[in-house]
């Protein structure tokens, strides 16, 4: 071939292949397929009611998280034990995947010597099995919730590890929630050894009697970690915020946490006094939802909003960008409160933005 010939048809293979990079370049990558959609259930009785029943069908709600127990330290026995277990009053929902939590608190793993973490494992896969099949819950993935911290890592992740090899053994998958400061400094917190992360994309920072900006999510919050999503090495899932609670404090200290606690509830008991937009004081002392107020304590209260849901929303899909896919998207929780609070059209826009 004429060496003229030979480079005018290297130059037309360039031409093609540049403009085939182009095209490529210019359209954007598209989710692999569509996201679950999930809710969390953290109450301690499911009651199958009409409203909770009709949100997961008109919301196309495949899948749901569900807070079987909570693990604590007990100080008699020296050991962790199971409280709040949760109560089925009536069949979990039909044609909706359960997928079974369990929160850890941290603590647990402070105090349990790093030999027993196998005995711990042990029991709560036993106790989860075991409420499982006595209300009739088939599962393919169980969660374990727990904030962790550089000085239980070990422990926690041995704790993952040995569960996940449990559940292997089933054709089951373990996975941890993520908070974003995990998301943003995994050199130093580690990468969980489980099979999915769930990325809580709320309550980024420490509760706070007198925040100036809400304790639930703040876009600036947000922002500050979000960028680091895309590259988390970990498969990830999404729970966005759709709830709300209440902060207890005392001269200046938090005390507590009261959810679902509405501002027609506080209003109407005349122990409490309006204070500001979202500020309530105490006028004397009295039992309150089983806790106990001094006059003068706080309680601050702090709502989310659809406007709010989806401005989470957003962030979650800009900071994971066009390299990762989140595979479920849920929201948390699902209670007749928070839902009478959410349109059907306004959860499916919020949902609908990740596919």
């Known amino acids: 071939m004429p060496s003229f010939l030979r480079n005018r048809g290297l130059a037309l293979v360039a031409a093609l292949l540049s403009a085939t990079v182009a095209a490529v370049v210019l359209l954007p990558r598209m989710p692999a397929k569509p996201s679950q959609r999930a809710y969390y259930f953290w109450k301690t009785q499911w009651s199958a009611s009409p409203e909770i029943l009709s949100s997961l069908a008109k919301n196309k709600i495949n899948r749901l998280y569900m807070r079987f127990f909570d693990v604590e330290w007990d100080e008699v026995s020296g050991s962790p034990q199971p409280v709040s277990p949760l109560k089925f009053q009536s069949v979990p929902p039909g044609g909706v995947e ?89 050199e130093r917190t580690g990468i969980p050894p489980v099979d999915r992360g769930m990325l809580m994309f709320y309550n980024f920072g420490r509760i706070q009697a007198d925040a100036s900006r809400s304790s639930i999510f703040n876009a600036e919050d947000a922002g500050r970690y979000s960028s680091y999503i895309a590259d988390y090495p970990l498969e990830l899932d999404v729970v966005l915020p759709a709830f709300s609670w209440s902060v207890h404090s005392r001269d200046g200290n938090v005390q507590g946490l009261l959810e679902n606690l509405s501002e027609q509830e506080i209003a109407s008991y005349d122990g409490f006094q309006h204070v500001s937009s979202n500020r309530y004081s105490a006028r004397r002392s009295f039992f309150f939802r089983g806790r106990y107020f001094m006059q003068g304590d706080q309680l601050l209260l702090e709502t989310t909003t659809p406007e709010v849901t989806k401005e989470a929303a957003l962030l979650a899909r800009r900071g994971a960008g066009w390299k990762k896919d989140y595979g479920t998207v849920a929201l948390f929780d699902l209670s007749e409160n928070h839902l009478k609070k959410y349109t059907e059209e306004e959860i499916e826009t919020i949902l609908d933005a990740f596919n």
């Open 98 to 186: 359960v997928v079974p939590v369990v929160y850890i608190v941290n603590s647990v793993f402070l105090k349990l010597p790093y030999k027993d973490v196998g005995t711990l494992a042990d029991n709560v896969w036993m106790k989860v099995a075991g409420m499982a099949v006595e209300n009739g819950v088939r599962f393919q993935q169980f969660q374990i919730d727990c904030d962790w911290t550089d000085s239980t890592r070990r422990s926690y992740f041995h704790f993952a590890e040995l569960l996940n090899r449990k559940l292997q053994a089933e054709n089951k998958i373990v996975s941890a929630t993520i908070r974003l400061h995990q998301i943003k400094y995994a």
